[in-house]
């Protein structure tokens, strides 16, 4: 069972009727390693990911929108996260191991880090590597999340109040 809870902020109290359920074993946030040690004392082993939404924004935000050279930056970044021969507009495989993560974010530094560099977008490249801490701690969520922005997004812009489990 998957369960959502809309927050205000990023508060542990206002989650707690949801964390309280039994069986927990995932929990995806856009501040793992914040969070991971206050939802670990409450539950023991529970896995508390990255959600990949965030992870990506989080670099996005540094470059300057509206131009080829975002919109180019954007669709190679994002195909970090997917796996070998996975490159459709949306994914069908889950995030690969870390291993293969940051294979592919080398791959991806070796074409963009002297660009990034000669444009003077320092803050891209430590946003990036603030992105490798997390592959390098397990961290990464999966492709579900990703879709539920996506879907929340889409049903906000047009007005939605409800959404059903599809």
Known sequence: ??????TR????????????EPGLKLVIVDDCCKVRALYQSVFPGVKVKLDLF??????MRTIPKGTEFSTRFSKEFGQIFCANGDFGDRRTSPTPRPNILNENLNNFLKGW??????NNLGNTLIEIENVRKHIDNGCNGTERSESLHHTLNNSLVAGVTMIGPE
């Open 9 to 20: 902020t990023t508060a542990f109290e206002e989650i707690r009727d949801v964390i309280g």
């Open 54 to 59: 965030h992870g990506v924004q989080r670099v």
């Open 113 to 118: 880090k002297d660009i990034l560099e000669g």
């Open 1 to 6: 069972m998957i369960r959502l809870q809309l």
